[in-house]
């Protein structure tokens, strides 16, 4: 619902603030006042087009914020959260356009700037707008449809629970068809590409880790002699050359000494006894190494055939890493490569299996989604036909007493997510005159009321918080204008409505009468609103009925269509 709406520079307004109410408003003016800015405002919030020519001369831009309270868990809070704005504590939602006079034009919805198109999304959640160029809702096909769905109501829920499901498996088994065989040779090239790799692999038999293992004994085995002449000058070093004539200096005696050295005194100072127990240790520990050389240097042997060996299974397993395990480049990628292709050609070499078993299924899906289908039809066909007569029937009130409104339910080429019907609503306005397309068949003034007719029927079905008419009443008077009047009221029960008028009987049905007033200073006209109250409402009816705001004739019958309007309401 629309609370509030600030105007600045638009037209002949140069600052305005709309108050809103739930229920029927109504707006009301002389003519050049500027009415219709009231709902060219309303346009501009919700993507309308943004024409420099509606910059108010000698402003440098027009702008227009409109406060909406909007449901919390709705679809519009969704887009809203979506695009990246807010709404405050509220549930209100904050919308800003503005126009500058060189054309460029900027909105905001929830304190983030936007493009347009957010907000002409956002306007399918919150507002119709039907006015001689903005029939536009209605007029889309799919709403069409999705308004019919909604009035017929329960009794398309189930065929269409069943017709949806059995619609989205359908696509799943015609894609899966669709790639197994559009793409066979594709599959073949993948499959035998595959066959090819997992057969190289179990060729060279390849083991976790191998390829680790094997580059350590090839460095050892090419470095052989180095590493075994090193263990033993490491060995002569810390234990001597058990084959020395002469007991030569190394490590193992020069601890000795020292320990012996310590050991004469250690017991008259305990801090040089614990140094001489750790010379103890070191010596201790220096003989173990020195054994652990003497073993090393015994099992160092270059072994040139077995290095050769060793090469030429590292090169074996370079040009698989190479091929199949690139990424990481280890064995361990290879085998993982290997384990996911098993599985990937298993399914691929399944494939003719199931693809008969696909087909299969996809032929009683076939069959089921045509019965589904013509479930759907028949159920909207019958409701088009209640629809089209409860229009027509409302149409004969408002003054279009020969005009025939049907439902054409027709059938697409190929099934969609609803169905294969294709909705549209026709308007046949004369006796004789064909039934055409809603933007074909009626002038704007026709065209409104047809609107108005459709969206008192749909009322409840095609549910929207705010609905805008301007000039519905065109064209016509008396009992047309006051049956208008009744049905516009009565669609204001479920719905905020807000009309522009120049009809007082449609004008004493509101819940607020705002009037567009105008001041001349001989150069420029400057408009505002202003909320009547009772007396101001008498007023105004009075002006719209006689042309005179006091006249007694005008002011009595003012009054009188006040006290019809509140018994009717």
Avoid: C
């Avoid at 004969?396 to 169905?419: F, K, N, S």
């Amino acid at each position: 619902m629309v609370d509030e709406v600030r105007i600045q520079g638009l037209g002949v307004i140069d600052e305005a603030v709309l108050d809103l109410s739930p229920g029927f408003n109504v707006v009301t003016g002389e003519t050049g006042a500027g009415k219709t800015m009231v709902v060219t405002s309303l346009g501009l919030l919700f993507g309308g087009r943004a024409d420099p020519r509606r910059v108010r001369p000698g402003a440098d831009r027009a702008s227009v914020e409109g406060r909406i309270v909007v449901d919390a868990g709705g679809r519009a809070a969704e887009r809203v959260e979506e695009a990246g704005g807010e709404l405050d504590d509220e549930h209100v939602l904050i919308v800003t356009r503005s126009v500058s006079a060189e054309g460029r034009s900027r909105a905001f919805l929830g304190g983030r700037s936007v493009p347009v198109s957010v907000l002409i999304n956002l306007a399918d959640d919150l507002i119709a707008v039907h006015g001689q160029s903005d029939q536009q809702r209605l007029l889309q096909s799919a709403r069409q449809r999705g308004a019919l769905d909604r009035y017929a109501g329960s009794a398309l829920t189930k065929p269409m629970r069943a017709y949806t499901a059995a619609y989205q498996r359908h696509r799943q088994v015609t894609a899966l068809l669709d790639e197994l065989t559009t793409r066979a040779r594709e599959r073949a090239q993948e499959a035998e590409m595959l066959r090819f790799g997992l057969e190289e692999i179990e060729k060279v038999d390849p083991k976790d880790g191998e390829d680790v293992a094997l580059a350590a004994e090839e460095e050892r085995l090419g470095h052989a002699d180095a590493l075994r002449g090193a263990a033993d000058t490491a060995h002569e070093a810390l234990l001597g050359d058990a084959a020395a004539a002469f007991e030569a200096a190394n490590v193992t005696n020069l601890l000795g000494q020292a320990r012996n050295a310590l050991d004469t005194v250690r017991d008259h100072d305990p801090e040089l006894a614990a140094l001489a127990d750790r010379l103890a240790e070191a010596g201790y520990l220096v003989s173990d190494v020195g054994t652990d050389l003497a073993s090393y240097a015994e099992s160092v042997d270059a072994d040139p055939a077995r290095l050769a060996v060793v090469q030429e299974r590292r090169a074996e397993l370079t040009a698989l890493i190479r091929k199949y395990g690139a990424a990481e480049g280890t064995v361990g990628a290879v085998l993982e490569w290997a384990r996911a292709s098993a599985a990937r050609l298993t399914e691929l070499e399944g494939d003719d299996d199931r693809i008969e078993e696909l087909r299969a299924e996809h032929a009683e899906l076939a069959g089921r989604l045509a019965a589904e289908a013509g479930e759907l039809t028949a159920v909207r066909a019958a409701a088009a036909e209640r629809f089209g007569a409860a229009v027509t029937a409302e149409l004969t009130a408002l003054m279009m007493p020969h005009a025939r409104v049907e439902i054409a339910v027709t059938q697409a080429a190929d099934y969609g997510p609803h169905g294969l019907d294709e909705v549209e609503v026709l308007l046949a306005p004369h006796p004789g005159s064909p039934a055409l397309p809603l933007h074909k068949g009626a002038s704007g003034g026709e065209l409104s009321r047809v609107m108005l007719a459709i969206e008192v029927v749909f009322a409840g079905a095609d549910p929207v918080p705010t609905f805008v008419f301007d000039e519905v009443d065109a064209g016509v008077g008396g009992k047309a204008a006051v049956e208008i009047g009744r049905r516009l009221a009565r669609l204001a029960r479920n719905a905020q409505v807000i009309v522009v008028t120049h009809l007082p009987q449609v004008a004493a049905f509101a819940d607020q009468h705002l009037v567009v007033e105008k001041s001349d200073d001989g150069t420029v006209t400057s408009s505002g609103v202003t909320a009547l109250d009772r007396e101001g409402r008498v007023r105004e009816l009075s002006r719209m009925l006689a042309g005179l705001e006091d006249s007694e004739l005008g002011r009595a019958h003012a009054e009188e269509l006040l006290e019809l309007a509140a018994r009717e309401r």
